[in-house]
């Protein structure tokens, strides 16, 4: 009632701004003061940095500045173009992230209604502090854990455990670190298990507010637990799944630097090097000062992010849930 | 009243004029803090560095507060990204290509230093006279063209002895049991003995890599004796090239190699030792120092590189990770081995016995470039020499022995027993000599340094450094061509650059996928050589010949 | 309390009905093994940091240390001085870092929930476009330079104190999860919007902004990031995140713990066990705080992240 007032006292001020702006204003001054210091925050560290993005179009001079350097048109763009490191990454981190759709996407779901089926409540809470803890190490230290296991035995030395494993067992022991076809499947599976136990809470809430007696009238009429699952519990966490799977999908062209720096080698740049770690090292990280191609391709990864954010966007508001706009 | 205030103004600056000894000392002068940023030492230990008697020496002889930084991997593009964006340490180091200094130079990014040492003679005594020498201005007109515009502080890096960098150390234990004792001397005998090795558990040779990012040593092991070079050309000019016709004349010429034919033959051999355990299976993963180090000292590895071939890298060595896992060792558990033979020839190496290493630039960012200058006058003087390097007017002092210097070096990462500081040495000489500017010109200086370390090392550690001296001088002659000094004067054009650093990616590339067995040699190799070609290897091997050419004419 | 019974007495009769099958042993394992997964890698570390080399080399899965516990790269480890320095840091940075951006989010995730105020939405519009579109690393910093926040302390700070992720959490939460009721029932009453904010929502919300702190204080935990890229090298200002990465990957850092436990009179430690040791000493801040994440977890965060 009270927030239908308020709406047609907006439009009231309105049209006669003036005065009723200030009353505006006045009515409504704590809530402007809530935002302020955000916004300035915003202003000043998401928007203040936008101005560099000239810096794609341009030459840089440390001499002239950001401002006063030499506009190149798409030149920039052309070389990015023609920088097959570049490509590679490119390729890479769209294949690495369709990867982890395709696998990590759909292990998150069914690892929720796994879950969400186990019956001894105390085991159940058990195996959710489980699943939920990796999520909270960081990657340097996740990324230590992987080579302690993972690491392939020298001479005189058995190696990580998994090697070990596959020794004893009689198999020969595998170089996974060094292997560029191994390398994906590794960021994925890591990623799996770092994420896939906290992905599952929005899931299990949204099981969790499903009204029992639905699954009570589905066994009197003799459906299984099978049966269950396929048609109360999936269409009840449909939106939260589609929603999710619309934000991963928005990170398409985004790649976790974090992990793949933490883990990634000379061996393996083919497979793994992504564009973040690509701009990284063109730009700050010991591969060269390429201001100019660094921005350039930051600016081409948000556009087209930007682009799908957009179209799937528009899907997010026909489904019954809340957008992220 | 105002004529008297000007009478006195005048008269003190006519007093000035008159007395400038008097008036302008350091202690007069602004106080400044100088962020000094050099290469490769440690600043973990802020108590100790906070408690560093040197360090609080020179602030107050110059009268500044120093800051140290420093770095390793990404430290050059660190200073970059600094200097390009206006942020730059007040003094710190960084390689000079002719290009980069010429962008520096045109974007105004660092100061003439010649211009503000030739304003004030007085103030920089040794400096003028570095900087007005004929070696100076030569290196100068290499940088930018203009003898007399100095943008950088040179270090010249000049070697005390002769050096190697391909000569593995053996555990002698281990060469005992593989080989019978017997230090493999061709090509044949050491890849035998690393074979020989794997069938018996060990690591049959550790060579430097820096997780297969540093071929050099690949390169100096395998490929000098083949007659060949792995390497990328990146480093020197010649990196990668071998030469066809007579050095110092017209013909001669250089011809890139890293993707010939027996370059190849080079890598397949590493790929079969590779594939048998003779090399490490963890090569690329490993680091130099503390894991292969390790292994080496733990009977692990049979065989590994020690440094860049320096007497005292052998004896730190012997000291650091053997002598640490062994304390009861004995200077014989180890033994240095030799070049390599192929068909009882050695390969040939090309080096210069100096060279300009490190510059040292002060930022047009910095406000105050002259008390900078105070600062390296100071060090480059007498006073300074003696304080970096525990010497009296350049005689060793006896009364300030390894306890002091260790308990100072220490904090920065080192505790080695050396008697010298670790900050600023590389500055005045790459090779971290005590120069004596004052008695000596800056090329005569830079080129005959001054070497304590006989002084302060016990006779275990003389007697190691004689004998790798000794080891590494049977052959070094026989493989090591020195170049003609006008070899420090090349000068390639800035496209060079990024074709140079495109040829280093693929090389990385390629030969990790190939020595790992990832990538089919033999299928690889046509790649290999497409890319090279692609990234315009030819265009690099057409400049660098010009660029020699040139400078061969320069001296004429 | 009756509702609960309800359920327990629906669940015991599906329990009834459906019985107690393979497919329940099957669900089982498979958690079971998943979990194993997740906490397995950590239990080895562990044990293995306090297992002595000399058995540690044999290999195996260390399930219980073997060769009695030692304790020595701890010691090693907390003896070198810029960890204990690095702790600090990150303790001061993650204090300030927290408390800032739970203020400051939450504030603007409130303030903007209010779509019906005039410029709401705008600046919602403005504030998750960031989580897709960013100047990037360079103009980062040379914005940062611009500042001259460049190699200070306040670069680990001050640019992430606006969250944008939690941000829109918080938002949703405000929009969907405060009873409308309850805010309006307060405006009825004379409560002004001040009054509302503090004495109806805050403590309504009490739980969602533990949690939310909480997420917010690890992330700046394990934060190296800004180090890495804006800093660079500053001995007093190395976060405990960059000093763990460094012990990881960097030799020198290594080599300086290994040279520090030699000077205890102990033999230089092999890496690999130091490592471990670190990768636990890392962990337990960590794991300190989460049991109260977990307790949080459903009541706070999923509340916001999924209309009901």
């Known amino acids: 009632m009270m927030v239908q007032q308020a709406r047609s006292l907006s439009q009231d001020d309105l049209r006669k701004r003036g005065p009723g702006f200030l009353a505006y204003i006045r009515k409504y001054w704590f809530l402007y003061m809530l935002v302020l210091p955000g916004f300035i925050f915003m202003a000043v560290f998401d928007y203040g940095p936008m101005y560099g993005i000239q810096l794609a179009f341009k030459k840089y001079s440390p001499k002239a500045g950001v401002w006063n350097s030499q506009w190149i048109g798409l030149g920039n763009f052309e070389r990015m173009v023609g920088d097959p490191n570049f490509i590679r990454a490119f390729r890479n981190t769209i294949i690495i992230n369709l990867y982890n759709l395709l696998f990590g996407f759909t292990f998150n779901v069914f690892l929720a209604l796994m879950l969400s089926e186990l019956r001894l409540k105390k085991y159940k809470s058990v195996m959710q502090t489980c699943v939920y803890l990796p999520y909270f190490l960081s990657w340097v230290i996740f990324s230590g854990l992987v080579q302690v296991f993972l690491e392939s035995p020298g001479t005189g030395d058995s190696g990580g455990l998994v090697n070990q494993l596959i020794v004893a067992a009689g198999g020969e022991p595998v170089d996974f670190l060094k292997r560029p076809e191994m390398f994906r499947s590794i960021l994925v599976i890591t990623n799996i298990i770092k994420t896939s136990g906290y992905s599952t809470i929005v899931y299990l809430a949204a099981i969790s507010g499903i009204d029992p007696a639905l699954y009570e009238s589905a066994a009197i009429d003799g459906a299984n637990r099978g049966n269950a699952i396929v048609h109360i519990t999936f269409p009840r966490i449909l939106p939260s799944v589609v929603i999710m799977l619309i934000l991963q999908l928005s990170g398409l062209f985004l790649s976790n630097f974090d992990q793949v720096y933490n883990l990634y080698n000379n061996y393996v740049l083919s497979t793994g090097d992504v564009l973040s770690t690509y701009i990284y090292r063109i730009s700050l990280g010991g591969g060269g000062t390429d201001f100019e191609l660094s921005t350039a391709m930051n600016l081409i990864m948000n556009v087209m992010g930007l682009i799908v954010v957009g179209i799937t966007n528009r899907y997010v508001s026909k489904l019954d849930v809340q957008g992220i706009f | ?556 | 309390m009756t509702q609960q019974n309800h359920e327990q007495r629906i669940r015991v009769s599906m329990l009834q009905r459906f019985g107690f099958n393979f497919y329940d042993v099957f669900i089982f394992v498979l958690v079971t093994l998943f979990a194993l997964l997740c906490v397995y890698p950590m239990w080895y570390v562990l044990v293995a940091s306090v297992t002595p080399y000399s058995e540690f080399v044999k290999g195996g899965l260390m399930l219980v240390p073997k060769g009695g516990v030692d304790f020595q790269y701890y010691v090693a480890i907390f003896s070198t001085r810029s960890f204990l320095n690095s702790m600090w840091i990150s303790v001061a940075k993650t204090v300030l870092s927290t408390v800032s951006s739970v203020f400051v989010t939450a504030a603007m995730a409130y303030g903007v929930s209010k779509t019906h105020v005039k410029g709401m939405k705008l600046i919602n519009a403005l504030v998750v476009f960031n989580l897709f579109f960013s100047g990037g690393l360079i103009p980062q910093y040379m914005l940062y330079k611009d500042l001259g926040l460049i190699r200070t302390f306040w670069v680990m700070v001050l640019p992430g104190v606006l969250n944008i992720t939690y941000f829109i959490i918080m938002r949703n939460y405000y929009s969907y999860s405060i009873p409308k009721s309850l805010e309006e029932a307060a405006l009825l009453d004379g409560c002004t919007e001040m009054g509302t904010f503090f004495r109806v929502v805050t403590p309504i919300s009490r739980s969602m902004l533990a949690a939310i702190s909480l997420f917010i204080a690890v992330i700046n935990w394990n934060d190296y990031y800004s180090y890495m890229m804006f800093i660079g090298n500053k001995t007093n200002l190395q976060p405990f995140a960059w000093v763990l990465r460094r012990m990881l990957v960097d030799q020198t850092m290594m080599n300086q713990v290994r040279k520090g436990a030699m000077s205890l009179g102990s033999q230089p430690p092999p890496p690999m066990a130091l490592r471990m040791a670190t990768i636990i000493c890392a962990m337990v801040p960590i794991m300190c705080v989460y049991p109260f994440l977990q307790k949080y977890f459903t009541a706070g965060i999923t509340l916001g992240a999924v209309k009901e």
């Open chain 2, 1 to 556: 009243m105002k004529k008297t205030l000007l009478l006195l103004v005048a008269l003190v600056m006519a007093l000035s004029l008159a007395l400038p000894g008097l008036t302008e000392g350091n202690a007069d002068r602004q106080k400044v803090t100088i962020r000094f940023a050099q290469f490769g030492n440690s600043t973990d230990d802020v108590e100790g560095m906070a408690n560093d008697p040197i360090k609080k020496a020179i602030e107050e002889a110059v009268n500044i507060q120093l800051e140290y930084d420093t770095g390793t991997d990404g430290f050059i593009d660190r200073m970059e990204t600094e200097l390009f964006t206006g942020g730059a340490a007040e003094l710190f180091c960084s390689f000079g290509e002719t290009d980069k200094i010429q962008k520096y130079v045109q974007e105004e990014l660092v100061y003439d230093l010649a211009a503000i040492v030739n304003a004030e003679p007085d103030r920089y005594p040794i400096l003028h006279k570095i900087m007005n020498s004929d070696e100076y201005k030569a290196y100068n007109k290499l940088y930018t063209g203009d003898p007399e515009k100095a943008y950088a502080f040179y270090s010249v890096f000049s070697f005390a002895s002769p050096v190697y960098g391909g000569v593995p150390a053996y555990n002698k234990a281990i060469l005992d049991e593989v080989n019978g004792g017997k230090v493999p001397a061709t090509l044949d005998e050491f890849t035998a003995f690393m074979k020989a090795c794997a069938e018996k558990g060990y690591v049959g040779y550790w060579p430097r890599n820096s997780k297969l990012t540093d071929w050099n040593y690949f390169n100096y092991t395998f490929a000098v004796p083949m007659g060949t070079s792995i390497m990328a050309p990146n480093g020197d000019a010649w990196t990668g090239f071998v030469q066809t016709g007579e050095l110092g004349t017209d013909s001669e010429h250089w011809v890139l190699r890293t993707t010939g034919e027996e370059s190849k033959e080079v890598i397949k051999l590493l790929a079969d030792l590779y594939a048998s355990g003779a090399l490490d299976r963890n090569l690329g993963i490993k680091g130099d120092f503390d894991d292969a180090y390790a292994d080496f000292a733990a009977g692990k590895i049979a065989a590994a590189d020690f440094g860049f071939g320096f007497p005292s890298q052998y004896a730190d060595f012997y000291n650091r990770p053997w002598k640490e896992a062994h304390p009861d060792a004995k200077t014989d558990d180890l033994v240095l081995g030799t070049a390599l033979t192929k068909d009882g020839k050695y390969g040939t190496v090309y080096s210069l016995l100096n060279w300009i290493s490190y510059h040292y630039f002060v930022p047009t960012s910095c406000s105050y470039p002259d008390r900078v200058l105070d600062l390296i006058e100071y060090l480059a003087s007498a006073a300074g020499q003696d304080l970096i390097h525990n010497t009296n007017n350049y005689q060793y002092r006896e009364d300030q022995g390894s306890e002091f210097w260790n308990s100072v070096n220490s904090a920065y990462g080192y505790n080695d027993g050396r008697c010298k500081y670790v900050w600023f040495c590389p500055m005045f000489a790459g090779g971290e000599y005590e120069v004596d500017f004052t008695n000596r010109d800056w090329w005569d200086a830079s080129t005959h340094p001054i070497d304590n370390s006989r002084y302060w090392q016990d006779a275990e550690y003389s007697g190691l450094l004689e004998y790798a001296m000794g080891v590494t001088g049977q052959f070094v002659g026989d493989l090591v061509v020195d170049l003609p000094q006008y070899y420090t004067l090349i000068s390639l054009p800035a496209e060079a650059t990024d074709i140079r650093s495109k040829l280093a990616d693929i090389t990385n590339q390629y030969l990790t996928q190939m020595i790992g067995g990832q990538l089919d040699i033999e299928e690889g190799w046509v790649k290999y050589q497409a890319e090279y070609e692609a990234a315009g290897a030819a265009k690099l091997e057409q400049m660098v010949n010009d660029a020699i050419a040139a400078a061969r004419a320069s001296v004429k």
